[in-house]
């Protein structure tokens, strides 16, 4: 957006969430009314905003009336003419019959260009390898520090690959939609013929999969289960928080990140399916990474909620048993469910990671009693049968039981 900001809006009295950051507005924020209370991030990056300086902009110059009545009159012009436009399309829509229904409404489109590909060039030293914090077949994910220090992660798209324009077109389209403390957020997006990228906010603490497997650190047990509810209430929220369920289809640690205080982040919604209110299962020909992938989706492409389930359950065991599915000890009918399965309820102890417990711990059986537990609630995620999955809202219930008798 271009232009200033209505003084007008003053008379809101109910306002009280109002953000237009990251646009091309000038002129003096208003200062009165809801105006006192609002955060200095509702105006951040507009650099020709002037105001009061807790708002992190430069004092105004004294403005006559009358350069302040010529913006109003520029503003409703384009207010004006915007909506002619607007009624223009609305009428022509209706002479041809055309009608909108949910798949049009989740169509994907490109999201608007905000941020320039020269700002990101400046804000990661020219794609500096140095800046690199994560690379795979869709491209690169930087750390940059934009002009107003703000640190964030811009995940570059490799756009000679056959898919990426899609799939940067349904990422933008599902984050911008969806808003969930343990979603991944999108602060904006640059888009042009040759170049796409999503400016993530960045996670100092980088993915499950690589704190998960580091020499460096260990995660507790609680830490594992709080992670593991974090990406559980995601999914409950995909799964059955919106009006448009939402498959992720591609859950694994490394899509899970995490902040400074380790709360989980799902991210990566690349090749994520949306369902209508009449359908319950998808197909689709994109594959993800295999051992992670419930049966159905590896030998029909069917997708679902459930086959969210089945990954889901599949990272559960991972985390506590720090053994990739893929990993070469599972060949012919060995996997990793079928290894715990195996292991249950008596030989826990020689198969989940060896850094979980100690055998001189405190209260050592109580919590091989909950590890169990949690093995459990994997097991039941991870049927063969899809609709012998449990489904997340009971997931997350199951997880909150287990983490109340782990606390105490």
């Not at 000679?160 to 349904?170: A, K, L």
Request: glycine letters at 6%; hydrophobic letters at 40%.
């Amino acid at each position: 957006m271009s232009g200033v900001i209505p003084k007008s809006l003053e008379e809101l009295k109910q306002l009280d969430s109002f953000n237009v950051s990251f646009n091309r507005l000038h002129g003096e924020i208003p200062s009165g009314g809801p105006f006192v209370h609002l955060p200095f991030q509702s105006f951040m990056s507009n650099k020709g905003l002037c105001g009061n300086p807790q708002k992190h902009v430069l004092p105004c110059r004294s403005n006559s009336k009358k350069r302040r009545l010529i913006w109003i009159l520029v503003a409703c012009l384009v207010i004006f003419v915007v909506g002619v436009v607007s009624s223009i399309v609305f009428m022509l829509m209706r002479r041809r019959g055309k009608t909108v229904n949910i798949e049009d409404e989740w169509s994907p489109e490109i999201a608007a260009q905000r941020i320039s590909y020269h700002e990101l060039q400046r804000a990661t030293q020219g794609f500096d390898g140095n800046n690199l914090i994560g690379s795979g077949s869709f491209g690169s994910v930087y750390k940059g520090t934009m002009a107003d220090g703000m640190i964030v992660a811009i995940k570059v798209f490799n756009v000679q690959m056959e898919g990426t324009f899609q799939t940067f077109d349904i990422e933008c389209e599902i984050l911008r939609n969806l808003r969930h403390r343990n979603l991944t957020k999108i602060i904006s997006s640059c888009c042009n013929l040759d170049f796409k990228a999503l400016i993530l906010e960045y996670m100092p603490n980088e993915s499950l999969d690589k704190l998960l497997y580091s020499r460096d650190y260990c995660l507790n047990i609680m830490q594992r289960l709080n992670i593991m509810v974090d990406v559980a209430s995601a999914l409950e929220y995909l799964h059955h928080g919106y009006s448009v369920p939402v498959v992720h289809c591609d859950l694994k640690p490394s899509n899970v990140l995490l902040d400074n205080d380790m709360v989980g982040h799902l991210t990566d919604f690349g090749i994520a399916k949306l369902l209508t209110k009449e359908e319950s299962i998808a197909h689709t020909t994109t594959f993800a990474t295999i051992g992670y992938i419930a049966p159905e989706y590896g030998s029909e492409g069917l997708v679902s909620k459930r086959s969210d389930v089945y990954s889901y359950g599949i990272m559960f065991l991972e985390t506590f048993i720090k053994k990739k599915p893929n990993d070469e000890m599972f060949v012919g009918d060995l996997n990793l469910r079928s290894y715990v399965h195996n292991s249950l309820p008596d030989e826990l102890n020689n198969i989940i990671d060896a850094d979980l417990l100690t055998l001189d711990e405190e209260n050592l059986s109580q919590k091989l009693q909950c590890v169990s537990a949690i093995m459990e609630l994997a097991m039941n995620c991870t049927a063969n049968i899809a609709v012998e999955r449990m489904n997340m809202t009971d997931v997350v219930a199951a997880l909150k039981k287990i983490k109340q008798k782990l606390s105490s």
